[in-house]
C-alpha cells in the first residue's frame, strides 16, 4: 500500500494488526481518514492551479469536491 495512505490511516487513529496485516476503524477514525485523503487531494489541486495561474476552475472544483464529500 502506498506509504502516504499508510501515514494518513495512522494519523487518523487506526489500529494496526501486524500480523493479520490489516488496519482496523472504528467510525470516527474512518471518517477522519477519509477527509484526509480528500484533503490530501485538494491541497494538490490547489497547489497545481496556483503554480499554473489558473485558480478559478481550480477552486471551482476544490468546492465542488468539498460538497460532494461534506468537508468544511
Not at 469536491?65 to 468537508?71: L, Q, S
Request: contains cysteine.
Amino acid at each position: 500500500m502506498n506509504e502516504r495512505i499508510l501515514d494518513l490511516a495512522e494519523q487518523a487513529g487506526s489500529t494496526h494488526k501486524l500480523k493479520l496485516g490489516v488496519y482496523q476503524f472504528y467510525k470516527p477514525e474512518l471518517k477522519q481518514f477519509a477527509e484526509s485523503i480528500v484533503q490530501d487531494c485538494l491541497s494538490m489541486i490547489e497547489s497545481e492551479a496556483q503554480q499554473y495561474s489558473q485558480p478559478t476552475w481550480a477552486f471551482r472544483l476544490v468546492g465542488n469536491i468539498k460538497d460532494r464529500f461534506g468537508i468544511e
